[in-house]
């Protein structure tokens, strides 16, 4: 694909060939997007979703999936949210979409996006959530994953830059590896954003953790604030207080 809209990074060193099929579907998908970017008119908040599609995501990849729909769900009378979605799989591909109000796009796309072996690329992650909140501001940024295999350091000088832009980092991790929960809550800590578990038994907690996220996007802390759920005092006592 060579559309200017939707980014792709790629290693030098690797190559990968999308079926017909699946490029068929992402070129459908994009065209949907431009139309609801060409009629959205202007919103009050962009958000990116980006997520880990490597092998071991698979198995809770359309919990995932139905965690995204409900967190756009949530926010359908508090104001109008643009969404990206980001995701990286494979040897070294890492795609993002158009800012879209048309969220039912976003939820096709995810439906088609088929998980295969590679290894972590959340440095591409924070360096395009640091590109893109240069163009527009970008009013924060989830992402959800379960491994990190690249240095902390350099993710921590990325996160550093992203804090001082202004965009939270909200990290849901699936599973226990300690490697990756050292790596996202400090990304979260240096965003000031928040870090949280992610598995099947938190799906309900987290779907309205996610709304909670939306309604930040659309309003910022005032609006989590006049809002009140317990899942909105929850995650301002996070983003306050730090992840725990």
Request: net charge positive; charged share 25%.
């Amino acid at each position: 694909m060579s559309d200017p809209k939707l980014p792709t990074f790629r290693s030098d060193s690797a190559s990968h060939v999308r079926p017909r099929s699946e490029s068929a579907e992402v070129a459908a998908f994009l065209s949907q997007a431009r139309a609801a970017i060409s009629s959205g008119g202007g919103g009050s908040g962009r958000l990116i979703l980006s997520l880990d599609a490597t092998m071991s995501r698979q198995p809770t990849w359309d919990l995932a999936c139905k965690l995204q729909a409900e967190m756009f769900d949530a926010v359908g009378q508090t104001g109008r949210l643009a969404v990206q979605l980001v995701y990286f799989r494979g040897l070294g591909e890492c795609r993002a979409s158009p800012f879209v109000r048309d969220t039912s796009s976003l939820k096709n796309l995810m439906s088609r996006i088929d998980c295969r072996a590679g290894t972590t690329q959340i440095g591409k992650v924070l360096s395009h959530a640091v590109k893109e909140t240069g163009r527009e501001k970008v009013s924060a940024l989830v992402y959800i994953g379960d491994a990190m295999e690249e240095g902390i350091d350099q993710l921590a000088a990325k996160a550093g830059d992203l804090g001082l832009r202004g965009v939270p980092a909200f990290i849901f991790q699936e599973g226990r590896d300690p490697a990756a929960e050292a790596a996202f809550r400090e990304i979260a800590r240096l965003t000031r954003g928040a870090w949280f578990r992610f598995d099947r038994n938190s799906a309900e907690t987290l779907a309205k953790l996610l709304s909670s996220i939306a309604v930040f996007a659309t309003g910022g802390m005032k609006a989590l604030e006049a809002r009140g759920r317990p899942e909105d005092k929850l995650m301002i006592e996070h983003m306050r207080g730090g992840s725990r």
